[in-house]
């Protein structure tokens, strides 16, 4: 019995080696990566579903968050976005800061990103509803590393002390390395995968301030009441969904249905002053929003806003557009709507 079956395997793989050849080459070369990411679209994901404050009431209209569908780029998605009108071609560079970063640095500063949105959009609703808030502090992580560096440090390393000094926030970085002298270097402390490392860098002067060539990021959570429940899935990143979140906390931390019943989609970044920042991709998310039946859509100030307008017009969308400058700002124009 197994002889035969062996005897026929060979006999297949004698016969058809030149097309097993064939399929084996292009199967390599449809899934070699190319450096593009590959635009194919955009959607919204309910903001109402991913947030649960303590004791909020339902209500009947829907924040959501608007995002750009993309695929990481192999030279079949790469070809086929010749051929498909609807997709688009990003080069990586786009997503990297320099030529010495990696996807795994772009998914970290997603990452983060994310995690800082989504604190800043807590920070802004519960001061706004004026209810129970207290910050922690979970870390300072390299975000950003110059070409002009010289150091060992990665991004996403967690920095602990720096020469025996323990760093809390990025202005006691540079209050420290400003009493230093220039090309000096200093040891530092940091975690990276859950392992402490000693990592040095030499400090430089351009323009009269004195810099080791890295950014860092402050990872601040908060202590709330009513406590609040926030879930995205790992595959998701980036800061752009902020601002719609702080609507949606706030909105079932006062209870009150401040969508007046309607489907509100909407994109932007948010600062702790509640100041919304410009994204990319605004068409995208736009065309997202009316293929999934919104009737409000809330756009960053400046190009955003004049692009989905553009856009509204070129394509005739029925979907009212919000200007969005500010927190406070946007929550009177979602009280004027009709």
């Not at 949105?117 to 004026?130: C, E, L, Q």
């Not at 100041?275 to 859509?297: H, P, Q, R």
């Not at 756009?299 to 557009?321: F, L, R, S």
Request: with cysteine.
């Amino acid at each position: 019995m197994i002889d035969n079956i062996l005897s026929k395997i060979k006999k297949f793989l004698k016969d058809e080696w030149k097309f097993l050849i064939v399929l084996l080459i292009t199967f390599i070369l449809c899934t070699y990566p190319v450096d593009y990411y590959i635009i194919t679209g955009g959607g919204v994901i309910s903001a109402t579903d991913r947030v649960k404050v303590e004791g909020a009431k339902k209500k009947k209209g829907s924040f959501s968050l608007t995002y750009v569908s993309e695929l990481k780029g192999t030279l079949s998605t790469y070809l086929l976005s010749y051929i498909i009108p609807s997709y688009e071609r990003e080069s990586i560079s786009e997503y990297t800061y320099n030529d010495n970063e990696s996807t795994e640095d772009i998914d970290f500063r997603n990452e983060i990103m994310l995690k800082n949105a989504n604190n800043n959009a807590i920070f802004v609703a519960y001061t706004n509803a004026k209810k129970e808030i207290k910050e922690k502090n979970n870390g300072l992580y390299v975000y950003y590393i110059s070409e002009k560096a010289d150091t060992d440090l990665k991004i996403g390393d967690k920095i602990l002390e720096i020469d025996g000094n323990k760093i809390n926030k990025f202005g006691d970085l540079k209050e420290y390395i400003n009493n230093l002298e220039n090309s000096s270097e200093v040891s530092i402390q940091i975690e990276r995968k859950n392992k402490e490392y000693t990592k040095t860098a030499k400090i430089y002067e351009e323009k009269g301030e004195k810099y080791i060539g890295v950014s860092l990021i402050n990872d601040i959570s908060y202590e709330v009441s009513p406590k609040v429940d926030i879930k995205f899935k790992k595959s998701e990143g980036g800061p752009s969904g902020g601002f719609m979140m702080a609507l949606e906390i706030y909105s079932q931390l006062i209870n009150k249905d401040i969508t007046k019943g309607k489907k509100i989609a909407g994109t932007g970044t948010i600062d702790e002053e509640g100041n919304i920042g410009e994204i990319d991709g605004i068409k995208y998310k736009l065309k997202g929003a009316v293929k999934n039946k919104c009737t409000v859509f809330i756009a960053p100030t400046g190009d955003n806003y004049k692009e989905a307008v553009k856009e509204k017009e070129k394509h005739g969308y029925k979907i009212k557009i919000i200007e969005a400058k500010n927190f406070k700002q946007v929550l009177k124009e979602l009280n004027n709507i009709d």
